[in-house]
């Protein structure tokens, strides 16, 4: 039997599009002992989560609850639990996580209808209608900020379309939720999932998710209770139209989440302390005031990194304000960077996934990782590791610019 | 905006068949700050994990990682990752968690072959051998320990007659792993799978599992890789074999958990560095001594019961030594004596599912809670609320005779 030693965190700035850093009291809260899952105490935690998560998530939909598993958790979830065999679904996508969807949507058996467009543009509103005209499909799925490519899709538009043509929106906000505006209710989003790991600033592991009526009575028509709960003598629906995922049946979930709290799985009880927690803390901070803060540091951000010489990758019209691509210049091994950033510095950004590997740095502002500190320490590593790399920068240049950003502006909702 | 109050965690003893209490130091090392997915502070960790995994599980197989989600996440990604549409799948059952297989068998598309028993007791051995030589099928799952039930399994003959007629046994050992044996090399189980909330002693939300070549080799022949982590131009294989899940797939997942490190979801790092300690701790106490331990506290407890003048449910010769079941005496309204252990003692026991919600009590010992001061207070405060409930039990006897097992056995190999 070998033993190991004890777990040792080295200290680091994350500034990747996730997981990012936590905020201490997230994890002291999390260090609370365990309740049982039917304990009133935890239960009542469970009740105040959901009116936390509504308020974050824009929306008075009565569901509104993380499921336990990480943010595609929960988009699976949402997915597989609203679309059957043979459905039409029409996915435009503009990075990796649309191509998430689009597997994933194939797998619960969808007739996917895929919108491409390229890395690093999103689409006219005006084209997505189009086609929805055109397919006229069950269900439309579409990522709102995609931090493969750092671009963040217009909803307002599409979500009106949709509802007019009674088109069910879902819509992947992992990215954006807590970060920038996300509004569930006025963009007539009818499911949303985002993740714990981003913005929300609370460690991976939960996907807390969103849905209203016209989701629920899909639900509603594909329930079923689970073999075991009920005596043996009656009988099981077994309906034609059973989700595919027992795990992932959101129709169940929405039981263990109301007051007949029938039990479906153990809630991951630290996690949803964490959860709690987070969110009390963006709501403390308010959801405007935070939104702010993402603005003006994302803006010392990208000054930095323009003031060095170096370039944005994108449209820039369309840039996910938490998530900054930069374009890493001829002839540098991105990698070779990232890791002296990391050694040397203790801190983190990210490369990119498929077509964009090699091509572009991305660099987070997001939750508690997204402050002035940071910014300005990432831009001085960053300049240095470059210097090191035989990189032409304006030397000193990206932290002064930054620098004047945080002096001239006064956060300002 | 409403503003909530900081999360405030009542003292609670725990004695159900988990959520089960976690030793302070799993707590403390959840607490330490986030590192990077990527970054080779955590894929190290990730590493050493899978080592740990691999004693605890007490198998030589390469393939040691957990799932990131609660028990029946695992569960689900073992059987859909190998059922295909139309597979023979035999699951004898006894008991809910055997319905939970069946249920989830169903839904991946298995013809499915039931075997029951009355609840409260297990199977022949040979007449599962019996069964598997008619059906022939691909699959035998089963459960080892039913909570549901308080009943375990005999696996041995049951392995060997499955590797014999190459039928893949998969097991769910959720309820004993780290609190009774189980074997898996020496039983011939193909797949097993368990959780982090009962015997292991980490919170809930994360299902460890294991498998072997056997198994591997059909996730192998199944697997795609992920759109938008290659290159547009590749062509997808699609594979008419597809596993139905995504978050689930544990053909994806091992790519993940291997040095390729290809993306899949965001490693749920706080719970891993839980999971990492819990099994720090089980492999510093030994498993040889943990098994002892609770057998020791069962005996105790079930001492205790007897002596009291309640009687226990079920076969006593199977009884899952980390959960006893007591039989509610008549009249007696079993939640309301539940609710007044909880309200006024702060401990919490169980009841049950089904046919058997109403008819008994379960009491875990599980894990940290499996411990003598908890043994004693229980059947101290168990003693006091049945008075209160007027029920006849000889007064003073049960702690009495916990106390004199405790008192005349030291814990032995």
Wanted: with cysteine; hydrophobic share 40%; glycine share 8%.
């Amino acid at each position: 039997m070998q033993l190991v030693n004890r777990l040792q965190v080295p200290a680091r700035t994350i500034m990747t599009p996730g997981p990012v850093e936590v905020d201490p009291r997230v994890l002291q809260t999390m260090s609370s002992s365990i309740l049982g899952q039917f304990d009133p105490s935890f239960t009542s935690l469970m009740n105040e989560t959901m009116n936390q998560l509504r308020q974050v998530l824009q929306t008075k939909n009565h569901w509104a609850y993380p499921v336990d598993g990480t943010s595609r958790a929960g988009i699976e979830a949402m997915l597989c639990s609203v679309i059957e065999e043979e459905d039409k679904v029409l996915i435009p996508s503009f990075g990796r996580f649309g191509g998430l969807l689009t597997e994933i949507a194939e797998r619960c058996g969808a007739e996917v209808y895929l919108m491409s467009c390229e890395w690093g543009s999103v689409f006219d509103p005006e084209d997505v209608i189009k086609e929805l005209k055109k397919v006229q499909p069950k269900v439309l799925a579409m990522v709102h900020g995609d931090t493969s490519t750092g671009r963040m899709q217009p909803l307002q538009e599409i979500g009106y379309a949709c509802r007019e043509l009674d088109v069910l929106l879902i819509v992947d906000a992992v990215a954006t939720v807590a970060g920038t505006e996300v509004k569930t209710d006025d963009w007539k989003i009818d499911g949303l999932i985002t993740g714990t790991q981003k913005c929300l600033s609370v460690p991976a592991g939960m996907a807390p998710l969103t849905y209203n009526n016209r989701i629920e009575k899909i639900l509603l028509e594909r329930k079923s209770i689970e073999k075991g709960l009920i005596s043996p003598s009656l009988t099981l629906s077994g309906s034609e139209r059973r989700i595919r995922s027992n795990y992932l049946d959101l129709s169940q979930l929405q039981d263990y989440w109301s007051p007949a709290r029938l039990n479906h799985h153990t809630e991951a009880t630290t996690m949803l302390y964490g959860l709690y927690e987070g969110l009390r803390i963006i709501l403390e901070e308010g959801l405007e005031v935070r939104y702010a803060r993402h603005r003006l540091n994302e803006r010392a951000l990208v000054a930095g990194i323009e003031a060095m010489g170096l370039s944005l990758f994108g449209d820039h019209q369309f840039k996910l304000p938490t998530v900054t691509c930069v374009n890493i210049p001829d002839g540098v091994d991105g990698d070779s960077v990232r890791m002296m950033l990391l050694d040397e510095f203790g801190i983190e950004i990210a490369s990119s996934f498929g077509p964009l590997h090699g091509k572009i740095w991305r660099i987070g502002t997001m939750g508690y990782s997204c402050q002035q500190r940071n910014v300005l320490l990432t831009l001085a590593a960053l300049e240095a590791v470059l210097l090191r790399h035989k990189v032409k920068v304006n030397t000193g240049e990206g932290v002064q610019a930054a620098l004047d950003i945080y002096q001239n502006t006064s956060v300002t909702v």
